[in-house]
C-alpha cells in the first residue's frame, strides 16, 4: 500500500493586521483616559471668562442705553434746585446777614421754595416757633429770683410774651390762602406789618422793662430774644422789598 504523505501546512500569520489591531486598542485605549486635573482647569477657566464678558458687554450696553435715555429727559429736579436756589437768594439779600439766611434755608428741603412768597411764610414760621421756644423764659426766671422789682418786670414779660406769640399766630394764619388761591396782597401785606412789629415791640418792651429795673437777668432775656427778633425783623424787610423781589419772577403783588 502506497502510504500516503501528509503536508502540514503552518497557518500564515498576518503581522499586518495584528499591528493594525494593536495601534487601534491602544488609540481607544489612550482615548479613554480622563483628561489631567491640568487641562480641566483650563477648560473651566476659559468657560467662564466667556460668560463674565457676556455679562460685562450686556451690562454696558445697557447702561449705555440708560444714559441716552436720560440725556434725552429734562433733570426736572435740577432745574426745581437751581429755581428755588434764585429764589432764595432774592429774599435773602434784603435781610440782615444775607449768607446766614441762604445757608439756612437751602439747608432745608428747599426745592419747592421756588416762590418769594413762600420763602417768606417760612421765615415768618420760623420766627414764631423760636418765639414760642423762648415764651416761657420769664417765668423761669420768676422762679429763680430773689428780687421783687426785678420780678415784677418779669412778670410784665410773661403777659408781653404771651402777646408777642399772639401776634405772629394771627400773622400766619393770615399766611393760608385764600379762595382765590392767592396769599398775599397789599391789605394783608398792611396787616402782616402790624403784626410782626407789635410782637417785636413787645419783646422790646420786656427787655427795656428789666433794664429799668437794674434786673439782673437782661443779659440773658436779651440773648434769648435776639433770633427770634432778627427772624421777625428779616420778615419785615421781605415785606417792605416785596414788590422788588416779586417783579425780578415777573409777579405783582395782587
Known amino acids: 500500500m502506497e502510504e500516503e504523505s501528509h503536508i502540514l501546512v503552518k497557518p500564515k500569520v498576518n503581522s499586518s493586521d495584528d499591528?493594525?489591531?494593536?495601534?487601534?486598542?491602544t488609540s481607544t485605549s489612550t482615548s479613554q483616559q480622563p483628561q489631567s486635573?491640568?487641562?480641566?482647569?483650563?477648560?473651566?477657566?476659559?468657560?467662564?471668562?466667556?460668560?463674565?464678558?457676556?455679562?460685562?458687554?450686556?451690562?454696558?450696553?445697557?447702561?449705555?442705553y440708560?444714559?441716552?435715555?436720560?440725556?434725552?429727559?429734562?433733570?426736572?429736579?435740577?432745574?426745581?434746585?437751581?429755581?428755588?436756589?434764585?429764589?432764595?437768594?432774592?429774599?435773602?439779600?434784603?435781610?440782615?446777614?444775607?449768607?446766614?439766611?441762604?445757608?439756612?434755608?437751602?439747608t432745608l428741603d428747599s426745592t419747592n421754595l421756588y416762590d418769594p412768597e413762600l420763602i417768606f411764610n417760612l421765615t415768618l414760621s420760623r420766627a414764631l416757633t423760636e418765639l414760642v421756644r423762648i415764651s416761657t423764659l420769664p417765668k423761669t426766671l420768676i422762679s429763680k429770683s430773689t428780687d421783687l422789682r426785678a420780678g415784677s418786670a418779669l412778670r410784665d414779660c410773661v403777659s408781653l410774651f404771651d402777646d408777642a406769640v399772639s401776634q405772629l399766630s394771627q400773622a400766619i394764619e393770615a399766611m393760608k390762602s385764600g379762595e382765590d388761591g392767592r396769599i398775599l396782597n397789599e391789605e394783608k401785606v398792611?396787616?402782616?406789618?402790624?403784626?410782626?412789629?407789635s410782637a417785636m415791640s413787645d419783646q422790646e418792651t420786656c427787655t427795656d422793662g428789666l433794664e429799668e429795673m437794674g434786673s439782673s437777668d437782661l443779659e440773658e432775656?436779651?440773648?434769648?430774644v435776639k433770633v427770634s427778633s432778627e427772624f421777625m425783623s428779616d420778615?419785615?424787610?421781605?415785606?417792605?422789598?416785596?414788590?422788588?423781589?416779586?417783579?425780578?419772577?415777573?409777579?405783582?403783588l395782587h
Open 37 to 64: 486635573p491640568t487641562r480641566r482647569r483650563t477648560t473651566a477657566v476659559i468657560i467662564t471668562l466667556t460668560i463674565l464678558f457676556v455679562i460685562i458687554g450686556a451690562i454696558l450696553a445697557a447702561g449705555a
Open 190 to 197: 398792611g396787616d402782616l406789618k402790624t403784626w410782626i412789629s
Open 221 to 224: 432775656v436779651k440773648m434769648k
Open 66 to 106: 440708560d444714559t441716552r435715555a436720560n440725556s434725552s429727559q429734562p433733570d426736572d429736579t435740577r432745574l426745581s434746585s437751581i429755581k428755588a436756589t434764585r429764589s432764595i437768594k432774592a429774599v435773602c439779600a434784603v435781610t440782615h446777614d444775607p449768607p446766614t439766611c441762604v445757608t439756612d434755608l437751602t
Open 19 to 25: 499591528d493594525d489591531d494593536i495601534e487601534e486598542s
Open 235 to 252: 420778615c419785615l424787610a421781605v415785606l417792605d422789598n416785596l414788590e422788588k423781589i416779586l417783579n425780578l419772577f415777573g409777579k405783582k
